[in-house]
């Protein structure tokens, strides 16, 4: 099980920083990511992380605004956003993967469990 927390209303140029908690099966077993789909527009991945958290990929339109990180012990996988754009605003969500190497992947089908997603608004 996911759990995706840390969205909310926030002004264009200022920061976030989404959660997701993960629960029931070993979490260093799988590789996360996040998605987000704003209204009326496709799933959209936006990063990606490995098991241990040594291999990490942007959707290139994010890049150095977004960051993504997870901490194993605590079954979280983070997703920091800086200068955040009315563009940004969307459903979040969080994802995952059981797999044996280092992989990551930005494609949706790779991923097997997903959490229920946090909106983030970002206001003008």
């Known amino acids: 099980q996911l759990q995706a927390s840390g969205g909310g209303q926030v002004q264009a140029g200022g920061s976030l920083r989404l959660s997701c908690v993960a629960s029931g099966r070993t979490f260093s077993d799988y590789s996360m990511g996040w998605f987000r789909q704003a209204p009326g527009k496709e799933r959209e991945f936006v990063a990606a992380i490995s098991r241990a958290g040594t291999k990490k990929n942007y959707v290139d339109s994010l890049k150095g605004r977004f960051t993504i990180s997870r901490d194993n012990p605590k079954n979280t996988v983070y997703l920091h956003s800086d200068s955040l754009k009315p563009e940004d605003t969307a459903v979040y969500y969080c994802?995952?993967?059981?797999?044996?190497?280092?992989?990551?992947?930005?494609?949706?089908?790779?991923?097997?469990?997903w959490g229920q997603g946090t909106l983030v608004t970002v206001s003008s």
């Open positions: 994802a995952a993967y059981r797999t044996v190497t280092g992989a990551t992947s930005s494609h949706w089908n790779s991923y097997h469990y």
